[in-house]
């Protein structure tokens, strides 16, 4: 059969048996002989090629098994990459020339539809103005604040992070810089010193960004003496105890830019913190991490009118449960903030030109918040915050403002959730706000890790 | 500021009295296995913490207070790499300080001595929880392991150099009872070879590569995301037309979803240790791996 298609294909290749029809007998003959020689000729060079691919394929199986051989021994021999340090062992071999020391970019995105039965914009807190970052949510879609973060190590003594923030305020948008700072890395002895923009670490929610929350937003205390979250620009330093306990002290400087504080005072070093965080385990399935804080503030004209020196004091404590200590699968988690506020100045009123009102006296804060976490999707929580008002001074009022609120949270992946929820707000004797939000909050980018 | 003043000459006396000389090197370990592996391979010679128990998922563990605690205190860090650890390892360095463990020396990541497999050719979170540096559940590959320990015993001579000879002589002792194990297990898990079996999490890859088994199916639908019923549904056909021996989970997960299909298809639903610890029988990697065998063999009707 094959020598038939070679043939044919011989045939039909060579012009030459076309174009012979001279001498039929003898020509036919040796047409004959050629077409059997050349049938011959290339049965031979199949049989040469033939010899050739086994040839090549069984080089190929001798090189497939000199690679399992090596593989073999390379995974039983230990590895000579032992002697250099593990960081030149786990650097990626992909990245190529200048992106492959890009910084970990995360970026979160975050925004909401809120109903609100009051409207935002007449809200009144008795015995506590308002300041920006501090009131409701607005009605309707919101983006919220959404951001980027950049962050890597520097060189082998430092570690910087950026974050960037977009917010629409009043229908404009401001990119701003919430954090922009630099950590140490190499101090001995549990020592630590940041330097730049980044939020103070009193208290316990004040040093978390807001998306790693269990509630679409702040509680009161936060809202009334911190306008949320205060951050400014300055410097921390950081000691942590070599015991078995964890415990941290610390203090920071701060410009004193921003409320609380304002004006900048102390030739731009307005405010001073200390803080001390313990924590530890009982048992495998409970953690707890509590501390104490102090602020202290010398403001000129901040955001509420006060001039003068203030001090906050807040107490915080968390407790967290969970079966065998898998906190993404199940468990509570308890927390609670308590906060106290004294000031010692003036108060200018925004519009009036009056003399200055004498502002002495303490305002305290609370909130109490549980959230129950069914599985890795879906956790309830419930949260009830107050505040106690002075019930002298330019803000005095007899009625303390005091808030409940629960939330749903549904969480398709450990980077994307959504979120119910409902709060009934009684900012002063004569308003009750019922506000209803769906927020979403994904991640994307750079896997962060979270404090606990 | 006085309050700041006094506040760190108290801390520095802290320093002075809670720190005295300690012979032993303090190594953290992010996982059980590998607190095994150390004390195979350093015994009285090392203090050992260990992060987590077998009873928790490693890719999503908190970083508590007593982890940097304990962080704080390390000369050496022993964790699995490849990313397993994301969400909370970068965190405990980040807060604990200490800069012996932050890299270097002090920091050993198994995944770095081995290759791994599975590394995505594309890196998409819309494939679920991907590793970019490959799939990090390689505590179930006897070779890897012994690679690995041959370059943590090194780690540990060079970082406690009073001890070398200790290390040597117990990483030559592991070696040669290590070795002698590999093919009596595999000897032992003959019957398993060639046998399908469906899986909570991509976490077996490396037992099944070793014994020659197959993985057919996946409880989660996608890595790191969490089975749903509707997903489920599409597995009781395979799991019971491909004569599947076992489905597989980690002491750690939840049970419900292997039992749900359990009882759809009558194939066993089979918890194996994972790591040491997981179970009453898995005390050090001995008996883990042989627990582990035991309860594939035990699946064989």
Redesign the interface.
Known sequence: MRATVLAVCAALASPALSAAPAHPAASVQQQLEALAARVAALEANDQRLRKQADAANAAAKAAQDELAALK?SA?????A???A???A??APASGSGANAFNPAISVILNGSYSSHSRNPDDYVRAGFPVVDGGGPSPRGFSLGESEISLAANID?KF?GQLTLTAENEHGEDHVGVEEAFV??????????LRLGRFFSNIGYLNSHHAHTDNFFDRPLPYQAFLGSQYGDDGAQ???????????E?G?EIFRGENYPSGGAEHSGAGV?T?FA?????VG?EN???AGVSMLKSSARDAEDGFSGDSTLYIADATW?WAP??????GGVTVRGEYFSDHRDGVWNAPVDDDTPLAWRGARRGAYIEGVYRF???WDLGYRVDKLWADRHGPFASEFDPYRNTLELSWHN???SLLRLQFSRDEPNADTTDNALTLQYQVS?GA?????? | ?N??TS??M??LC??AF??PARANLKVFSCEPEWGALLAELGGDKLDVDVA??A???VH???????L??KV??ADLVVCT?A?LE??????LV??????KI????G???A????STLEKPSQLD?ANG?VHPGGNPHFQMDP??V??IA??LS??LARLDAGNAATYQQRLADFTTRWSAAIPRWEAKAAPLKGRNVVVHHNSWIYLTTWLGMHEIGSLEPKP???PTSAHLATLVDTTKSQNTLAIIRAA?Q?PKPADWLSERTGVPAVTLPFTVGGDAQSKDLFSFYDSTLDKLLGAIK
């Open positions: 073999a995974a039983a021999a230990p590895l990459q032992e002697s340090p593990p960081v062992a786990s082998e570690y950590d140490t890395t190499a101090l001995p002895e549990g020592f630590n330093l950081r000691w942590l105890a070599p015991t078995d306990l964890y415990l002290v203090g001073k200390v965080h313990a924590g530890g385990d495998t953690s707890w991490l967290k065998q200590g898998n906190f993404k699968d599985n890795r999707t992946s450990e980077f994307l896997h962060g890790a979270h404090k606990f | 500021m309050r700041l506040l760190c108290l801390a802290a320093v809670a720190s987590t128990s009873l928790q998922d999503v563990i908190e970083a508590k207070p007593s940097i605690a704080r205190r790499g990313d994301v969400g909370w390892l970068p965190q980040r807060q604990s300080g200490n800069p932050a890299s270097g020396d920091s050993f990541m995944a770095d001595q081995i979170r929880d070779q890897r012994l690679v041959k370059a090194a780690r790191g995301v969490p750690y939840d």
